[in-house]
């Protein structure tokens, strides 16, 4: 099955650690993307990357780092910097960058910190 | 990228068609059109784009109006299982990402 896997689907954690997200995806797909989504909101960007070993900031980057190391994945460290990091992630990912190529998206982690 | 108006709800019948409108009154030339859609909890998922013409898929059909300041979503046959948020956006070509606001929630009704 092509797509792109997000695990685990709830996560818990206490205040002050640090926690990875991961983003998988078997797609082939050049570009991937961190979105954030808070309740009843629309989803804001985190980092994405265009290329193996590249990634740019989004719009809320602050608190989260990311890595490329491999194709096909792309996991997201929520650091204890991360001011509110209960939210619903999305990774998505895209057969290239920029408006002609849609983006498919995995199934999200909920993110919960106490 | 261009901002979107979307109505905040909408209800539909079932097996009815399902018109989403979107208004982009600013959108530029080399923007894109897209709609996606977000069933509770789960990620979003890619229905249909388009630049100028209208476009159709086994989803749906996109109605981009000649100045392309506004769209429509058509579901021509709406069920249960098409009750979600629909959201609109528009794209630039140099784009890197979707800016997804609050979309439209559509409820189908038995």
């Known amino acids: 099955d092509g797509g792109i896997t997000q695990s685990p689907k709830y996560l818990f954690r206490k205040e002050g650690q640090n926690v990875t997200l991961s983003c998988e995806q078997n797609?082939?797909?050049?570009?991937m993307y961190w979105y954030r989504q808070d309740p009843g909101q629309g989803l804001r960007l985190i980092y994405y990357?265009?290329?193996?070993?590249?990634?740019q900031k989004g719009d809320i980057a602050e608190g989260y780092s990311v890595s490329r190391e491999k194709k096909e994945s792309f996991p997201l460290t929520v650091t204890s910097a991360q001011k509110n990091p209960t939210a619903f992630y999305l990774c998505?990912?895209?057969?290239?960058?920029?408006?002609?190529?849609?983006?498919?998206f995995g199934p999200g982690t909920r993110l919960t910190v106490t | 990228d261009a901002k979107t108006t979307q109505p905040t709800s909408m209800d539909c019948a079932e097996g009815r068609a399902a018109n989403l409108p979107c208004n982009h009154s600013?959108?530029?030339?080399?923007?894109?059109v897209y709609w996606y859609r977000q069933i509770h909890s789960q990620g979003p998922q890619y229905i249909i784009h388009?630049?100028?013409n209208n476009e159709t898929n086994e989803m749906a059909s996109l109605i981009i109006t000649e100045d392309r300041k506004s769209s429509t979503l058509i579901l021509p046959h709406a069920t249960l299982r098409d009750t979600a948020v629909y959201y609109c956006?528009?794209?630039?070509?140099?784009?890197?990402?979707?800016?997804f606001g609050p979309g439209t929630r559509l409820s189908v009704l038995p």
């Open positions: 998505a990912s895209s057969p290239g960058s920029g408006g002609l190529y849609e983006q498919y």
């Open positions: 600013t959108i530029s030339g080399n923007e894109y």
């Open positions: 797609l082939n797909h050049d570009a």
């Open positions: 990357s265009q290329i193996v070993n590249d990634f």
């Open positions: 956006i528009v794209r630039f070509l140099y784009g890197q990402n979707f800016v």
């Open positions: 388009g630049l100028k």
